[in-house]
């Protein structure tokens, strides 16, 4: 009964929040220059950033629908700013310089963890905090965001603090304490190592790099008896969970932190463990559907699952890495795949009435959608940005605008972004409560840099994190890196 309420005040709060945009969403099919284009990514991000500035201001979240902070975002209801250390490289990336230097003051006078007094995330503050101030302090060299990055890191030390020095993954800021589960996903413990091997690289404290050293010693130590690495494993003693794989939930960004870890580092032993990984997990996940789309399936309870999620959607980009990266591997054709995967992923929005993508779309027994909803997730105009890259077919930005008329038509409101419940439905907004803040630090980055030079963030010169921070390629900056000249 509650359950339907909600949906109930849900639905009507989204009638009253259909707005003059939709009338406004014809003018955009006249924007056909990428500088103009660009311009129109930058107006989402001021509405996005303003919005949440003028009501949930040191919240993590904006609920637009309540047009307050939302409560319940990965990192609870402490305000400790999410949406603010996630969005501030987009900001300084686009030259937003009033915005960004509003979330600068706020940084240095408010931010802290120090009253958070219940376990968070370690792989969620990695991503988007350690990740977010060390791009910002490679971006401009102000070293606030140096300091800001080590007492965020600092805080995360004491997970890593088991007998195979993979972390536990969540901690109490404010007690120190760590939740001791007995199962920690692939993707959690193998999405640390690019931000801590870049953070001893600037403190000169190897202290950072070493724990996230020990998590791929152990990884080679521990055999894995699927072959394929399996999405869980137990901290205290290096067993695996058995019986699911995939390249979805639990095990994206451990895949690709394996690719970028050795772009940042040039150390083989990554692109070892990179390639060793794709030819398994390739072999095993890579389906093409009755109707000719490749897609990664994931394995549950031990058997395939012929479906897709939404999340899968970022192996396009990383595929397309992988061939630019190492070009000289024979195992897989990565540029091959990174087009099918992308192909698909379009596919996925085209076929619906809001050119959006659903969450998990099965292809087989029969082709239907899982999870219906679109929550303002990145990864497919990921993979569009990275395909422009390093194809220059311009199909990739002409689908990254098609997306930009749908999130415009469908996600946004007066109050700024939200996602929707069912991509089915495009007559009537059934906006989700959040605006979630990587839609700032990646969805509408990676559309920015879709219409951007690329002498904007080279692909040789910086790598993304999986939060879009990008970090300088180590070897070829060192300490004193180029950086892009926005202001
Ligand atoms: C982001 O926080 C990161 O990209 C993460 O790796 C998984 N997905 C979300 C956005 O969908």
Not at 303 to 320: Q, V
Not at 419 to 427: L, T, Y
Request: net charge negative; proline share 3%.
């Amino acid at each position: 009964m509650r359950r339907f309420s909600l949906i109930f005040v849900i639905f009507v709060l989204s009638l009253s929040l259909v707005d003059s945009f939709h009338a406004k969403n014809e003018d955009l099919k006249k924007l056909t220059g990428n500088v103009e284009r660009r311009e129109k990514v930058k107006e989402m991000m001021i509405h996005a950033w303003s919005n949440y500035k003028k009501f949930a201001w040191g919240a993590n979240e904006l609920s637009p629908m309540f047009q307050k902070g939302h409560r319940n975002s990965v990192f609870g209801s402490a305000n400790i700013g999410a949406t603010i250390v996630d969005a501030m490289d987009t900001l300084y990336l686009m030259g937003l310089t009033t915005e960004f230097n509003e979330g600068r003051e706020w940084i240095a006078t408010e931010f802290s963890l120090d009253r958070v007094n219940y376990s968070v995330s370690v792989f969620e503050t990695n991503i988007r905090y350690v990740g977010g101030f060390l791009s910002l302090y490679a971006l401009t060299g102000d070293s606030l965001f140096k300091e800001k990055a080590k007492y965020v890191a600092d805080k995360l030390l004491v997970a890593f603090d088991t007998p195979t020095g993979i972390p536990f993954s969540s901690v109490n800021f404010m007690t120190g304490e760590v939740k001791e589960e007995q199962f920690i996903a692939l993707s959690e413990f193998g999405t640390l190592y690019l931000e801590f091997a870049y953070l001893s690289e600037i403190t000169g404290d190897e202290v950072y790099k070493n724990v996230v050293d020990r998590i791929y010693d152990t990884l080679e130590a521990v055999h894995d008896p699927s072959e394929l690495h399996s999405t869980h494993i137990n901290p205290k003693t290096g067993i695996w969970k058995e019986g699911n794989s995939a390249m979805g939930a639990y095990g994206d960004s451990f895949y690709e932190y394996l690719l970028k870890a050795w772009i940042l580092t040039k150390n083989d032993r990554f692109k070892e463990m990179f390639l060793k990984a794709m030819n398994v997990t390739t072999k095993k996940l890579l389906q093409r559907s009755k109707t000719g789309l490749v897609y990664l399936a994931s394995i549950k309870d031990g058997e395939l699952r012929k479906s897709m999620e939404h999340l899968a959607c970022f192996t396009g980009g990383l595929f397309a890495l992988a061939a630019t990266s190492i070009p000289e591997t024979k195992i897989l054709d990565f540029m091959d795949l990174a087009k099918n995967i992308t192909h698909t992923c379009h596919e996925l929005y085209r076929s619906t009435p809001t050119g959006l993508g659903p969450e998990v779309f099965h292809f087989e027994p029969k082709i239907e959608v899982f999870s219906g909803y679109y929550a303002l997730r990145p990864e497919t105009v990921e993979s569009y940005f990275y395909l422009w890259r390093t194809t220059k077919d311009p199909k990739y930005r002409e689908w990254g605008w098609q997306f930009v008329e749908s999130l415009e038509k469908h996600c946004r409101s007066p109050f700024g972004y939200s996602g929707i419940s069912n991509v089915f439905v495009a007559h009537i907004p059934l906006y989700d409560l959040i605006q979630q803040s990587f839609f700032l630090a990646e969805t509408l980055k990676y559309l920015y840099l879709l219409y951007s030079d690329d002498s904007l963030l080279p692909l040789d010169k910086w790598v993304f994190n999986t939060e879009a921070h990008p970090l300088p390629i180590l070897n070829e900056h060192r300490l004193r890196c180029r950086k892009p000249k926005i202001f």
